[in-house]
């Protein structure tokens, strides 16, 4: 067994229930592992949610967490995940002073060159969107800098399975699929 | 107008109470509980409730009768500091499995999150020590939540489920009508096992030489002893017991060769790393049973009978893994195992037990020296019960030598706090062991430390009348520290003695009948006084001061490398 931290991506798919997030961070908290970025959104099936939670910890350790989670009541199951084995991206939103979107240039084509949007400008200024990976985001993040940035968000990694879970199934639900 | 058929949201409590079978309640009133209590006095004759003298007596009392009747222990608790009070019972119940629904009082829920009189987030404080928990703030959802609480209490691995009750929601008007629960489609209490696993686990069991069984409190809670009886003994395997396991298996059994762990029994340790096959059933392979996990039972292929799928490869990687309830597994185990007698394997443990006994029991239950043992205590105890008692014990050095030596002819008889080791659990378990079993002898054995801890429950025995006898060994320190400071930190006894008050006049305030002995001479007839009386009792033994627990195994040591002095 490697002392190796790895990233892993964790899906769990939950009843909505209010002091879930609360039940399953627990579960991180009480083994000293830090969440890196949490994201819950409803999942493909209606009522049901899902977390995506990115941790780095010790292969030896996310079974365990794993079925510690699996085992919560309105949990309905879980997974995990090496990067390889999902598709996942994350958004970042960058708040920049609109007069360096008009005096300097190299805005515009480090902006075109990241393939980035321009979401919103105003007259003091401008927000631009990057959906991609985290060196993707982090790359525009240094390119922008400079020029100086107003804010900086990131969202948490949202990301889909290469294998299918068969949520329906364990729910014993009806799909087409 | 028309007339309504609407109840309070406490009256649906108390009805939802009597569905489930309950018929007593352990708690403490306050202000946020008080409509709940207002309808309990118009059910008394259905519904008794014990008031405890502190919340945290009251879970360990639910433990208790939990423990004894397997049955769910229910607690009433007011909300803030009469919620936080019963956050250690909970923890407890928790780690050793026990059934129990917790209910709590909450502030008006107009009131929630801005810190009004006895307001307390108990269902974030409760989230990690509870198998599940709720809040109620509409009086309509109560028979729903409720029955799921008593349905996720008892079934599967069995757990401490919380359900927080809002003043208003208690007040509500609604209609009643309750449904049991069955059925919750996020949730397996049990998992569906795999014959296959169970045809590779009977070939391995039938090929091997030295096989070695421990079994822990699954056999208990699946009522599954009559099944693992039948599998010990066509199979002729040496069975130890984990310290929850104790009693699922009579200690007069002949393939009984004791404990495993810390403060096991010799052979069973040291064995654990010779044995070519380790079954464990219904364990879980806690710290305190396997020492060491790098050198543990490696040479062994292990299969691990086990309901709870998030504790297989937990702790120890095992070979196979045969998930569901024991009750289950095991009859289709025992159609496919061969009938077999492992001689020579099971005088090893008796080889064992007798360097075990030379060393250590026979200095512990027949002292040639002048001060009194807590094994010859329990020896003394056993004379009189025959095994038939239900032994209640805290928690430190009284609490190991009484599960090493106290004996058991039934079933759910053993009621200690394992996992969490919670001092002073045992007066108040011992109050609902007795209530859980009122036909039946229950003795706690606690230490003079542990017993201060809740000795206040001394007043709901006054109260109830709740014949327990209660043994208290007592050496003036918190012995089991003062052994580890004596071991492994040169003596250096910081605040282990104890100077302690005259417990017998303490006993006689709350008009307990009470001796305390310091002489050998005394200990029979004293012993057997207590067993006489048809009143709750109150006996201090004066045991040796500094007298150590053995065998056992260094914190961090392997199982084989277990201690005799």
């Avoid at chain 1, 350790?61 to 995990?80: L, S």
């Avoid at chain 2, 043994?471 to 040169?490: A, C, H, I, S």
């Amino acid at each position: 067994m490697t002392n190796k931290l790895n990233t892993y991506t964790v899906s769990i798919y939950t009843e909505n229930n209010i002091g879930l997030l609360n039940r399953i961070s627990a579960i991180f908290l009480k083994r000293h592992v830090n969440i890196e970025s949490l994201t819950t959104s409803q999942s493909e099936i209606d009522n049901i949610y899902r977390f995506v939670i990115v941790v780095k910890v010790l292969e030896s350790k996310i079974q365990n967490i794993i079925k510690q989670i699996d085992k919560q009541i309105e949990v309905i199951a879980a997974f995990y995940h090496t990067d390889k084995e999902t598709i996942f991206l994350e958004t970042a939103l960058y708040k920049v002073k609109s007069k360096s979107l008009f005096n300097e240039k190299h805005i515009q084509k480090i902006i075109k060159n990241s393939q980035a949007n321009i979401v919103t400008v105003s007259p003091d200024y401008f927000v631009i969107e990057k959906t991609g990976w985290r060196e993707e985001t982090e790359k525009l993040y240094d390119s922008l800098e400079p020029y100086g940035l107003l804010q900086f968000v990131r969202s948490g990694r949202i990301s889909v399975s290469k294998e299918a879970m068969n949520i329906s199934n364990i729910l014993g639900l009806n799909t087409d699929e | 107008m028309k007339k309504t058929n609407k109840i309070s949201g406490s009256e649906a409590v108390i009805k939802c109470l009597l569905e489930e079978g309950v018929d007593i309640i352990y708690g403490y009133p306050g202000g946020a509980i008080m409509p709940i209590y207002d309808e309990l006095f118009k059910y008394e004759d259905k519904l008794n409730h014990i008031l405890t003298r502190h919340e945290q007596g009251a879970t360990h009392a639910a433990q208790g009768y939990a423990r004894v009747t397997g049955k769910v222990g229910v607690v009433t608790a007011t909300s803030g500091p009469g919620a936080t009070n019963l956050v250690t019972g909970i923890a407890d119940a928790q780690i050793d499995s026990t059934p129990m629904v917790c209910i709590t009082g909450q502030v008006a829920s107009h009131l929630l999150g801005s810190d009004a009189f006895q307001e307390c987030d108990i269902i974030g404080i409760s989230t990690p020590v509870t198998k599940w928990n709720c809040q109620i703030t509409k009086a309509s959802d109560i028979p729903e939540v409720i029955a799921k609480a008593f349905y996720i209490a008892k079934s599967g691995r069995p757990g401490p489920v919380l359900i927080d009750i809002t003043k208003d929601a208690q007040f509500e008007l609604m209609e009643f009508k309750y449904k049991k629960c069955h059925s919750i489609r996020s949730y397996t209490p049990i998992p569906k096992f795999s014959i296959n696993e169970i045809n590779k686990a009977a070939e391995l069991i039938n090929n091997s030489k030295k096989p070695f069984i421990v079994f822990g409190q699954g056999v208990i809670l699946g009522n599954a002893e009559a099944e693992f009886k039948e599998f010990i003994e066509k199979t002729g395997i040496p069975a130890a017991w984990t310290i929850l396991g104790l009693s699922a298996l009579s200690s007069d059994h002949p393939l009984n060769v004791g404990m495993v762990g810390m403060h096991g029994n010799y052979g069973p340790n040291v064995l654990t790393n010779e044995c070519d096959v380790l079954i464990a059933i219904g364990m879980r392979f806690d710290d305190r049973v396997t020492g060491n996990l790098e050198t543990y039972a490696k040479q062994a292929k292990i299969i691990h009978f086990e309901i709870d799928p998030a504790e297989v490869n937990k702790n120890v990687k095992v070979d196979i893994a045969v998930l569901g309830n024991v009750k289950d597994t095991l009859p289709e185990l025992i159609e496919l195992v061969k009938e077999k007698s492992h001689t020579n394997w099971i005088n090893k443990f008796h080889s064992f037990y007798k360097k075990e006994f030379d060393k250590v029991i026979k200095n512990d239950l027949h002292p040639s020296k002048e001060g009194l043992t807590m094994g010859e205590v329990i020896r003394e105890i056993n004379e009189f019960s025959k095994g038939n008692a239900i032994i209640v014990s805290d928690v430190g050095q009284h609490q190991m030598v009484a599960c090493r030596y106290a004996s058991f002819n039934y079933s759910k008889s053993n009621v200690t706090s394992g996992g969490l080791g919670t001092m002073g659990f045992a007066l108040p378990a011992a109050i609902g062991a007795k209530m859980g079993a009122p036909d039946r002898e229950v003795i706690a054995i606690i230490g003079d430390g542990g017993y201060q801890m809740t000795i206040q429950e001394l007043g709901t025995i006054f109260q109830t009348g709740c014949a327990v006898k209660i043994v208290v060994l007592n050496n003036e320190y918190l012995g089991m520290v003062r052994q580890w400071q004596q071991m492994f930190f040169d003596k250096r006894y910081a605040s282990t003695e104890m100077i302690n008050p005259d417990f017998v006049k303490i006993a006689k305030g709350y008009f307990i009948d009470g001796k305390k002995i310091k002489k050998r001479e005394n200990l029979k007839s004293s012993i057997k006084e207590m067993i006489n009386s048809k009143k709750p009792y109150f006996l201090e033994v004066c045991v040796e001061k500094e007298a150590n627990v053995f065998p056992m195994i260094p914190s961090g040591a392997s199982v084989s490398d277990v201690r005799l002095e």
